[in-house]
């Protein structure tokens, strides 16, 4: 006997990249994923809430999740005020009946943005049902050399917020312990990127069981706490060859996904 807890498994949008948003709802729906998590970037589409929303009806794939235009190259997108971005991603994912934001924390030439991030975060919560879930970033590293890009920090743990996204390439190229970190971030861990790495200085984003990463227990601690968040599977296809291998790719880490997420009955709760 096995009991399967509430959260559902998502595919980011950002795991069929070079291929488009779109591609990534048909590939859910074939696939049997629960839903999506719609990265906003360059893509018009992923930035067009009616055309989501179409292609949510379309291929009966839920939005479960938006995350925000955060990243280097969507410095422009959705604006150049990271507020305004956050507001726009939470009207988006109110509009879309997505629970979640997931957004990263500033970079650090984000000055004023950084100053008052904490405080903002918490303010922007309090206006919505939708989680902010802030997600743990990593050292920079070149060589031998290590640059903080991230401010106040890219261990969120160490600042007060009121939901987390952990994602464990991430703890993979901080070289952190993913397992240590859920233990921190406790009732307040609300939003799982799921991939591997084997503790590059590159963010890897590998399926799940290539590297070096504790996936598979992560997900069995998660079960046994009933967690109810969402498991999001952010992985790497670039080098797939062909749309077959992609989907291969995409069909085991669900699989692996699923197989982690189901623990023994009777197991009690730490």
């Known amino acids: 006997m096995v009991r399967i807890p509430d959260a559902k498994v998502a595919l980011s949008t950002a795991s069929v990249y070079p291929e488009s948003t779109a591609t ?20 018009p589409v992923s930035q067009d809430i009616e055309a989501l929303r ?32 956050l507001q726009r991603a939470r ?30 975060i918490w303010r922007m919560a309090e206006e919505t049902d ?7 970033m990593y050292p920079w590293r070149y060589r ?6 991230y401010a106040p920090d890219w261990d969120v743990t160490k600042d007060d917020y009121r939901h987390f996204t952990v994602d464990l390439s991430h703890t993979s190229t901080a ?19 799921l991939a591997d ?8 984003h590998l399926v799940p069981g290539r590297g070096k990463q504790p996936c598979a227990e992560v997900l069995e601690r998660l079960a046994t706490r009933g967690f109810d968040g969402h498991v999001v599977i952010e992985v790497n296809t670039r080098r797939a060859m062909s749309t077959a291998e992609r989907e291969a790719d995409l069909a085991e880490a669900l699989a692996f996904t699923r197989l982690h997420l189901a623990s023994p009955t009777g197991v009690p709760r730490p």
């Open 24 to 43: 990534a709802f048909e590939i859910a729906a074939r696939l049997g994923y629960d839903g999506v998590e719609v990265m906003v970037w360059t893509d």
């Open 175 to 193: 070289r952190t312990d993913a397992l240590a970190m859920i233990d921190r971030m406790g009732d307040r861990l609300a939003h799982i990127h």
């Open 91 to 120: 009207a988006a994912a109110e509009k879309l009946g997505a629970s979640t934001v997931v957004v990263h924390p500033p970079f650090r030439w984000q000055r004023g943005y950084a100053r008052d991030f904490v405080r903002g």
């Open 54 to 85: 179409r292609l949510s009806d379309y291929h009966q794939v839920p939005v479960l999740a938006v995350h925000a235009p955060c990243l280097l190259i969507t410095q422009r997108v959705w604006s150049t005020d990271p507020w305004v971005k």
């Open 197 to 204: 790495g084997n503790g590059s200085a590159k963010d890897e």
């Open 130 to 136: 939708v989680r902010f879930a802030v997600e743990n």
């Open 144 to 149: 031998d050399r290590e640059m903080l890009a």
